[in-house]
């Protein structure tokens, strides 16, 4: 677990800056695995996909109500 001793704190993984360093004071921090990034879960694209379907096919709706 990322922790800094100056400040006490617990960080995240994804808290601490690429350098290793606490995002609050700069001191460095103990990680044990470097950090990677976190992909985007494949059902977030899923539910945007659906809503821009979804918020097209109401606006063609409401262009075709107004002619």
Do not use: K
């Amino acid at each position: 677990m990322p922790w800094c001793e100056p400040c006490e704190r617990f960080w995240n993984p994804a808290s601490v800056t690429t350098e290793g360093t606490c995002p609050a004071c700069g001191a460095a921090v103990d990680t044990p695995a470097p950090a990677t990034r976190c992909r985007t879960p494949w059902h977030f694209w899923l539910v945007l996909a659906a809503a821009t379907i979804y918020l097209g096919w109401r606006a063609i709706q409401g262009i075709a109500l107004l002619l």
